[in-house]
């Protein structure tokens, strides 16, 4: 259980970037944040992760308070894929990159191995793993992201825009990929993201804008609320946008096969 409480953070004295906002997120859960650019999603991820410090309010996770005596412990409990692929690779190869956080775990070399192989094949990219960063492109390097941070086997994964770079076929491949592990392992997943489309298949999506929470609730009951999207900034994909067209429309609306036919291809997506 993920417990924020009346949270406020500022880079500096000009502009709170987060605005005190105040949300839950259940353990086991797959919840969507959103936001348009600059909205303070990142920031947040940061908060959770204790790489910045809040100005006042709480994060509480798995019973521990956020602060310096409990913070190690807590980052053993969060990983996180962060937005630019670029600043995480640390490895030389692929192979030692996914490796990174497991040597650090002082895990047996035999189980290395085998999570490492495990999870590249996973992502996609089991025959990468003697490449070296600056042979892939960004989708990959985001990939081995991904798989690096979930062969950590933390209760808790943050992935901050972490399909930002993979073409429509990744994107749902990585979607799909999370739905499993939510279901299987029981991982928290929180993916930050602006694509309504990729949040509409989380158990919960939260909706910030400039530091606040302007919306949250189930996908597929907040998604229909067109003000709210508007006033998100959210690009809405053009499947949700026939979709609310019809319900706007006396007669199309009545249609209850059409309605439900483009409901299935929304969720599709
Ligand atoms: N290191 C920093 N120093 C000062 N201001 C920052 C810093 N990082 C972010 N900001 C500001 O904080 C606000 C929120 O940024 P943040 O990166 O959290 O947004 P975001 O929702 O993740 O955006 P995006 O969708 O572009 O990734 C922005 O106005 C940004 O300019
Ligand atoms: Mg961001």
Same mark, same amino acid.
């Given at each position: 259980?993920?417990?924020?409480?009346?949270? &406020?953070?500022?880079?500096?004295?000009? &502009?709170?970037?987060?605005?005190?906002?105040?949300?839950?997120?259940?353990?086991?859960?797959? =919840?969507?944040? *959103?936001?348009? /650019?600059?909205?303070?999603?990142? #920031?947040?991820?940061? *908060?959770?992760?204790?790489?910045?410090?809040?100005?006042?309010? $709480?994060?509480? !996770?798995?019973? *521990?308070?956020? +602060?310096?005596?409990?913070? /190690? @412990?807590?980052?053993?409990?969060?990983?996180?894929?962060?937005? +630019?692929?670029?600043?995480?690779? =640390?490895? =030389?190869? =692929?192979?030692?990159?996914?490796?990174?956080?497991?040597?650090?775990?002082?895990?047996?070399?035999?189980?290395?191995?085998?999570?490492?192989?495990?999870?590249?094949?996973?992502?996609?990219?089991?025959?990468?793993?003697?490449?070296?960063?600056?042979?892939?492109?960004?989708?990959?390097?985001?990939?081995?992201?991904?798989?690096?941070?979930?062969?950590?086997?933390?209760?808790? !994964?943050?992935?901050?825009?972490? #399909?930002?770079?993979?073409?429509?076929?990744?994107?749902?491949?990585?979607?799909?990929?999370? &739905?499993?592990? /939510?279901? #299987? $392992?029981?991982? #928290?997943?929180?993916?930050?993201?602006?694509?309504?489309?990729?949040?509409?298949?989380?158990?919960?999506? !939260?909706?910030?804008?400039?530091?606040?929470?302007?919306?949250?609730?189930?996908?597929?009951?907040?998604?229909?609320? @067109?003000?709210?999207?508007?006033?998100?900034?959210?690009?809405?994909?053009?499947?949700?946008?026939?979709? %609310?067209?019809?319900?706007?429309?006396?007669? %199309?609306?009545?249609?209850?096969?059409?309605?439900?036919? %483009?409901? $299935?291809?929304?969720?599709?997506?």
């Amino acid at each position: 259980m993920i417990k924020v409480e009346n949270l &406020k953070f500022q880079y500096d004295d000009k &502009k709170e970037v987060i605005q005190d906002i105040s949300f839950s997120i259940p353990k086991g859960s797959w =919840v969507s944040i *959103l936001g348009h /650019n600059g909205s303070g999603k990142s #920031t947040l991820a940061k *908060l959770l992760i204790g790489l910045v410090k809040a100005e006042s309010g $709480t994060i509480e !996770i798995d019973g *521990l308070l956020m +602060n310096e005596e409990n913070i /190690n @412990e807590i980052r053993k409990k969060v990983g996180i894929v962060f937005q +630019n692929p670029d600043n995480q690779f =640390v490895g =030389v190869t =692929v192979r030692h990159d996914i490796a990174f956080g497991l040597e650090n775990l002082r895990l047996p070399q035999e189980e290395i191995k085998k999570r490492v192989e495990h999870y590249a094949k996973l992502v996609g990219m089991g025959e990468y793993l003697y490449k070296e960063p600056q042979q892939l492109s960004g989708g990959q390097k985001q990939r081995v992201a991904i798989a690096g941070a979930l062969a950590m086997h933390k209760d808790i !994964i943050i992935f901050d825009e972490a #399909t930002s770079m993979l073409d429509p076929e990744g994107v749902r491949e990585v979607s799909q990929l999370i &739905k499993q592990l /939510n279901e #299987t $392992t029981k991982q #928290t997943i929180i993916t930050i993201t602006h694509d309504l489309d990729f949040a509409l298949k989380s158990d919960y999506a !939260i909706i910030l804008k400039e530091g606040q929470i302007i919306g949250e609730g189930k996908p597929e009951e907040l998604f229909l609320n @067109e003000e709210l999207l508007k006033s998100s900034n959210l690009t809405i994909p053009e499947g949700l946008r026939v979709y %609310l067209d019809v319900l706007n429309d006396e007669k %199309l609306k009545e249609n209850k096969r059409l309605v439900d036919e %483009l409901w $299935t291809f929304n969720l599709k997506m």
